[in-house]
């Protein structure tokens, strides 16, 4: 059990596109979603925690505008990078939460590369 | 946030040798998470530790809480191949520390 999906698992884009990553919790309703991003061999930077309809709350120096999180669902997030560059290339990683278990399972990541 | 700090980053050791790895900072935490991450994946959790002092065992693993509650270890005995991979803690679940690469040659 908890086991939490993301969608795509790498995707490249052109400078200046957007891109959108789904994550979703496969067998649990998750009322908390979190969203990380991590650089090659770094640690996991938390970026914004998303409750089931409401809006997102983001980590300071983390841009709103341009990661926009949708958590519409029980089992859903989304995290939209606008207008990506190539400094936006990362491994994005979620996170969810449900509502008995204080525990957060983590999805296996997307690669995002920006040309 | 709340900077912690890992220590060695990197660690390349032969199978069968023990190893400690240590997660420092100066902020006290509620708990304190230790993960493992492999290449290309999520982390996965390995154990909660919330009580200044507490010890966890996982198999060849030792967890360690400090007293003070800001700073903890891992230890593992006899390590493998399989033990490979980037170890990672997390203060309060969400602040994770700098990360410690291990690679256990067999």
């Known amino acids: 059990g908890a086991v939490v999906s993301q969608h795509p698992s790498r995707v490249i884009c052109k400078s200046g596109t957007s891109v959108k990553i789904e994550c979703r919790s496969l067998?649990?309703?998750?009322?908390?979603m979190f969203w990380y991003r991590q650089f090659p061999k770094k640690s996991l930077m938390l970026m914004a925690t998303s409750n089931e309809g409401s809006k997102a709350t983001y980590e300071q120096g983390v841009e709103k505008d341009k990661f926009l999180i949708n958590h519409a669902s029980l089992t859903l997030s989304t995290l939209t990078v606008t207008s990506a560059h190539p400094e936006d290339s990362s491994f994005y990683i979620c996170?969810?939460?449900?509502?008995?278990?204080?525990?957060?399972?983590f999805g296996p990541g997307t690669r995002l590369t920006v040309l | 946030t709340q900077l912690l700090e890992q220590s060695p980053q990197f660690l390349s050791i032969q199978e069968g040798e023990n190893l400690t790895v240590y997660c420092n900072s100066s902020s006290v935490f509620s708990s304190l998470q230790w993960y493992r991450q492999e290449p290309g994946e999520g982390p996965v959790l390995l154990v909660t530790v919330v009580t200044g002092g507490e010890v966890k065992k996982l198999k060849r693993l030792t967890f360690q809480f400090g007293d003070a509650r800001k700073d903890s270890s891992l230890h593992i005995t006899a390590a493998q191949p399989g033990d490979t991979g980037l170890y990672l803690c997390?203060?309060?679940?969400?602040?994770f520390g700098t990360g410690t690469s291990l690679t256990v040659i067999p």
């Open positions: 997390a203060a309060n679940q969400f602040y």
């Open positions: 067998d649990f309703q998750a009322t908390t």
């Open positions: 996170s969810a939460r449900g509502v008995l278990t204080d525990t957060q399972y």
